[in-house]
């Protein structure tokens, strides 16, 4: 059918013989029906209700030129699309909207689109779900309906180049969108303080505790005013992970506990796995780590992660049950699982570090110090690349622990030199034979 709707209606019009003097009657004047059919008015719908009356078809298929059937037909396929997603069904679900694009239009397009964005994310096609999130930024700040509201749109954004390792333009992208809310009056609903909690994620994942920390108890405050168990769950859960970045185990621990209380219920299954993946993390980081804990929470969300086949969180997972098992000494199977985690990492994803670390170290410690070092050596190059640089030397004095635990001392040094350097600490240059100037007393 003709592209736009006053083409229709004048398309329709002639096919029914009428003039446009016959169309208008006592509805509109003549003068009215030729400005709708050159484009250049959008009748109300008490007119367009008219009009289609007139014509003899629906209101629905005179604004979109799609027929009742047809469009039932496409709500049909975007929900069992959506079906798919849910299901952890991604590639189906990929397929299912995709070749929804070349036939749907306006509200259900929009929706298929977003349905895209997602499962791209999920399928850790990060860039293609940036491209539809730009689309979609568009549509939604002209208000196309079906689009997603322009703060979800954000936090989607910030929480993706995050994902891509990019925590600067995550920063930039999310801080840009919070000034753009709080200029609307938007400070502290729901969807700001989502997009906030997601900001505190970057700051924290670049390594700017600082700024962390000051971002994340402004946003509890304004969750715990809101009231609201989904704001406060996302506002405990991205300080739990600034508390341990700054070593207060026991806060992290605390604030994490609060956030799988709060969002056990309603949060949806497979971020409830993965906050349990994050719970066991930081029971290990305890001292002594509290590994009988934290294989617990890991077995119940690996179980629930291989049902819904979701990649990306099943590599942090299984990352964490290869951690259980070198705390263990169970180097082998350390390695063997590590491997597998890493497998299922794109080339070059941020993802692959830790992974190739806990693989590092299960060989340095099984008699295979070299090997473990290049491993050692390439995770942290990740980690420096993606400019964690703390992360980076955490992962070199990990490896100084186990070589000093298999007599490899002067390698062990060399890993701690690296650690210091990572961390800022590098020594000052003393030439042989300089005297230090030291300061006179007057």
């Given at each position: 059918?003709?592209?736009?709707?006053?083409?229709?209606?004048?398309?329709?019009?002639?096919?029914?013989?009428?003039?446009?003097?016959?169309?208008?009657?006592?509805?509109?004047?003549?003068?009215?029906?030729?400005?709708?059919?050159?484009?250049?008015?959008?009748?109300?719908?008490?007119?367009?209700?008219?009009?289609?009356?007139?014509?003899?078809?629906?209101?629905?298929?005179?604004?979109?030129?799609?027929?009742?059937?047809?469009?039932?037909?496409?709500?049909?396929?975007?929900?069992?699309?959506?079906?798919a997603r849910a299901n952890g069904s991604l590639n189906e679900a990929r397929d299912q909207f995709n070749g929804l694009l070349p036939v749907a239009s306006g509200e259900i397009r929009y929706?298929?689109?977003?349905?895209?964005?997602?499962?791209?994310?999920?399928?850790?096609?990060?860039?293609?779900?940036?491209?539809?999130?730009?689309?979609?930024?568009?549509?939604?700040?002209?208000?196309?309906?079906?689009?997603?509201?322009?703060?979800?749109?954000?936090?989607?954004?910030?929480?993706?180049?995050?994902?891509?390792?990019?925590?600067?333009?995550?920063?930039?992208?999310?801080?840009?969108?919070?000034?753009?809310?709080?200029?609307?009056?938007?400070?502290?609903?729901?969807?700001?303080?989502?997009?906030?909690?997601?900001?505190?994620?970057?700051?924290w994942a670049r390594g700017d505790m600082f700024s962390a920390q000051e971002l994340a108890s402004q946003v509890i405050e304004r969750a715990e005013k809101l009231s609201s168990r989904e704001?406060?769950?996302?506002?405990?859960?991205?300080?739990?992970?600034?508390?341990?970045?700054?070593?207060?185990?026991?806060?992290?621990?605390?604030?994490?506990?609060?956030?799988?209380?709060?969002?056990?219920?309603?949060?949806?299954?497979?971020?409830?796995?993965?906050?349990?993946?994050?719970?066991?993390?930081?029971?290990?980081?305890?001292?002594?780590?509290?590994?009988?804990?934290?294989?617990?929470?890991?077995?119940?969300?690996?179980?629930?992660?291989?049902?819904?086949?979701?990649?990306?969180?099943?590599?942090?997972?299984?990352?964490?049950?290869?951690?259980?098992?070198?705390?263990?000494?169970?180097?082998?199977?350390?390695?063997?699982?590590?491997?597998?985690?890493?497998?299922?990492?794109?080339?070059?994803?941020?993802?692959?570090?830790?992974?190739?670390?806990?693989?590092?170290?299960?060989?340095?410690?099984?008699?295979?110090?070299?090997?473990?070092?290049?491993?050692?050596?390439?995770?942290?190059?990740?980690?420096?690349?993606?400019?964690?640089?703390?992360?980076?030397?955490?992962?070199?004095?990990?490896?100084?622990?186990?070589?000093?635990?298999?007599?490899?001392?002067?390698?062990?040094?060399?890993?701690?030199?690296?650690?210091?350097?990572?961390?800022?600490?590098r020594p000052a240059t003393i030439r042989a034979g300089m005297r230090l100037a030291l300061p006179v007393a007057d």
């Amino acid at each position: 059918m003709s592209p736009t709707l006053g083409q229709r209606l004048r398309a329709l019009r002639i096919e029914r013989g009428l003039s446009q003097a016959d169309l208008a009657g006592d509805l509109v004047s003549p003068s009215y029906i030729s400005l709708i059919e050159s484009d250049r008015r959008s009748p109300e719908h008490e007119v367009l209700d008219g009009l289609a009356r007139r014509l003899g078809c629906s209101p629905l298929f005179l604004e979109s030129g799609v027929a009742p059937e047809e469009l039932n037909e496409q709500r049909l396929r975007l929900q069992f699309a959506e079906i798919a997603r849910a299901n952890g069904s991604l590639n189906e679900a990929r397929d299912q909207f995709n070749g929804l694009l070349p036939v749907a239009s306006g509200e259900i397009r929009y929706e298929a689109i977003w349905g895209l964005a997602r499962t791209e994310e999920a399928l850790g096609n990060l860039h293609e779900a940036v491209v539809h999130l730009d689309a979609l930024l568009d549509a939604a700040r002209i208000g196309e309906p079906g689009a997603p509201g322009l703060l979800t749109l954000f936090n989607a954004r910030c929480r993706i180049y995050r994902k891509a390792g990019d925590f600067a333009r995550s920063i930039e992208v999310g801080e840009s969108a919070l000034r753009e809310v709080r200029d609307l009056g938007l400070e502290g609903t729901e969807d700001e303080i989502r997009l906030a909690s997601t900001v505190v994620g970057s700051y924290w994942a670049r390594g700017d505790m600082f700024s962390a920390q000051e971002l994340a108890s402004q946003v509890i405050e304004r969750a715990e005013k809101l009231s609201s168990r989904e704001a406060q769950g996302n506002a405990y859960w991205n300080a739990s992970a600034v508390a341990a970045a700054r070593g207060q185990l026991n806060l992290a621990l605390e604030l994490a506990a609060r956030t799988l209380a709060l969002l056990a219920e309603s949060a949806p299954t497979h971020n409830l796995a993965a906050m349990r993946v994050t719970y066991a993390w930081l029971l290990l980081r305890c001292e002594p780590p509290r590994i009988d804990e934290a294989e617990a929470l890991l077995d119940r969300a690996h179980e629930v992660l291989t049902a819904l086949s979701v990649g990306s969180y099943l590599a942090n997972c299984e990352t964490e049950i290869a951690r259980c098992a070198l705390l263990r000494g169970n180097f082998d199977q350390a390695a063997e699982i590590a491997g597998r985690a890493l497998a299922r990492c794109a080339d070059g994803s941020p993802q692959a570090a830790q992974p190739r670390l806990i693989s590092g170290l299960a060989l340095a410690l099984s008699g295979r110090p070299e090997e473990g070092i290049a491993l050692v050596r390439m995770a942290a190059d990740l980690m420096t690349t993606l400019g964690s640089g703390l992360d980076a030397a955490q992962a070199w004095r990990e490896l100084a622990e186990a070589l000093i635990q298999i007599g490899r001392s002067e390698q062990a040094i060399d890993a701690l030199r690296k650690a210091a350097d990572l961390a800022g600490a590098r020594p000052a240059t003393i030439r042989a034979g300089m005297r230090l100037a030291l300061p006179v007393a007057d």
